[in-house]
């Protein structure tokens, strides 16, 4: 069982509009979570981090975290054809030191 | 600004030949990390340190050792290539201050291994 879902998408959104990214996972325990976007043939890049159940908001990005029903969510508000990346969600695997990726979902924004 | 650098952006070398991956980071990060992504499987965790000298196997270290010999520089050492190492590799380092573990990536390293 993977430890961090997300769906691969693609998830497809005209410009302008909400997009909205969501990963479930699985131990409880987790405290810190984390969104990366990957462009195509480049490295991921960290996006937002979110520690507090609840909504963290930077510029057009909002991070959702909701540890009773084990989900984090990221949606992007006004997207743009420059938003269209692979969002990796990541966990903070405690006592290991190291964080559990999801495989990414893929956005795409036409517009 | 978090900087990590990776000596090569794209390498190719012939299988059996050792090949070295460096790594550098400038924020004075206590860990460090190596992966490699490839698709359809994501981010594959390799090693990873939290010291220097010290090193722990991540989930898929076989056919790979590392070394870091000083805090800022994490190498990843393929001791004997092979085709299935072809692979988009990287690199991140974190603190365990305030960032709460927050993990910076570096470009990049393409290896195709023939």
């Known amino acids: 069982q993977k430890e961090v879902e997300q769906n691969s998408g693609p998830l497809s959104v005209p410009e302008g509009a909400i997009a909205s990214l969501n990963c479930t996972y699985s131990d409880r325990g987790s405290q810190s979570f984390f969104w990366y976007r990957q462009y195509s043939g480049k490295s991921p890049e960290l996006i937002m981090s979110i520690y507090s159940n609840g909504d963290k908001e930077d510029g057009r990005f909002t991070a959702q975290l909701n540890k009773a029903s084990q989900y984090v969510s990221l949606l992007i508000r006004d997207s743009q054809p420059s938003d269209s990346a692979t969002y990796l969600c990541?966990?903070?695997?405690?006592?290991?030191?190291?964080?559990?990726f999801g495989a990414g979902t893929r956005l795409a924004v036409h517009p | 600004d978090v900087k990590v650098t990776q000596s090569s952006r794209y390498l190719v070398k012939r299988t059996g030949e050792k090949v070295f991956l460096e790594c550098v980071q400038d924020?004075?990060?206590?860990?460090m990390f190596w992966y490699r992504q490839d698709p359809g499987l994501g981010l594959r965790l390799i090693y990873f340190?939290?010291?220097?000298?010290?090193?722990e196997k991540g989930d898929i270290p076989e056919g790979y050792s590392v070394s870091r010999e000083k805090k800022e520089r994490f190498s990843l050492i393929l001791e004997s290539a092979s085709t299935n190492q072809t692979s988009m590799y990287l690199c991140?380092?974190?603190?365990?201050?305030?960032?709460?573990?927050?993990?910076?990536f570096g470009p990049g390293t393409r290896l195709t291994v023939t």
């Open positions: 924020m004075d990060h206590e860990n």
């Open positions: 340190s939290y010291d220097v000298k010290m090193k």
């Open positions: 990541a966990r903070f695997f405690r006592g290991y030191n190291k964080l559990i």
């Open positions: 991140a380092s974190s603190t365990t201050g305030t960032s709460l573990n927050e993990q910076y």
